[in-house]
Each structure stands twice: as C-alpha cells, then as structure tokens.
Nanobody, 126 residues
C-alpha cells in the first residue's frame, strides 16, 4: 500500500504561480510512475502531467505544456508540480497518483493508476 498526500494548493491571481507537492509513504520501495490529474465538479478527472520512476520521462497535457513542470525527488518520496502563468481555467482539485511499474514509463490514463491522494484545491481568481 502507498499513501499519497498532496499539499500546496490555494488561491492565486491569474498569472501567478503555485507549487504542489505529493508526499508518498508506505511501501515506496518499488518503482512507481506518478502523475497529476485535476477535476472540477461534474467533469471527469483530467490528466495534467506524468513522470516515470527515474524522473527523466515526462508527459504533459496540452494545457499544461510550457507552463507546468513535473518533477520528483525519490530520496524524499515526493513529487512536485510547479505551475506558472496560472489561468482561471486551471481552477480545480488537483490529485496525485502512483502506479507500480517495471520500467521508466509514464501513464496518462487515470485508470492505470493504483493509488490516489485526497486532492488539493487550486483556485485562480482575481
């Protein structure tokens, strides 16, 4: 079992920045791919960014590309999402997820992931 806890959400003005963190605990000895998703009420969870276990392979949604950066620190069992140039349409609950993997792959499909955090709210508004 892996437990994931997100932090770093909050209220930010358009054009501002936030850094989300996802701390993993439990059985973190295996290699895990990780990802960030977001969701607004009445809509499906949307892929934002993903990263392979070695931190080298990354993938972004079109809306995140060029503005968000995903990274991880395996020594600290923590993943990050640096978000810049935030827009009101980035407002959502952000979730981190992890999936045990046997290679440095990333996954963009929410159904692929085994573990999820409880989410952190991001509101972009003036």
């Amino acid at each position: 079992q892996v437990q994931l806890v997100e932090s770093g959400g909050g209220l930010v003005q358009p054009g501002g920045s936030l850094r989300l963190s996802c701390a993993a605990s439990g059985n973190t000895a295996s290699n895990y791919a990780m990802g960030w998703f977001r969701q607004i009420p009445a809509k499906e969870r949307e892929f934002v960014a993903a990263i392979g276990w070695n931190g080298l392979n990354t993938k972004y949604s079109e809306s995140a590309k060029g503005r968000f950066t995903i990274s991880r620190d395996n020594a600290q069992n923590t993943m990050y999402l640096q978000m810049t140039s935030l827009k009101p349409e980035d407002t959502a609950d952000y979730y981190c997820a992890s999936k045990r993997t046997d290679g440095p792959y990333y996954y963009t499909d929410a159904a692929s992931y085994d573990y999820w955090g409880q989410g952190t709210q991001v509101t972009v508004s003036s």
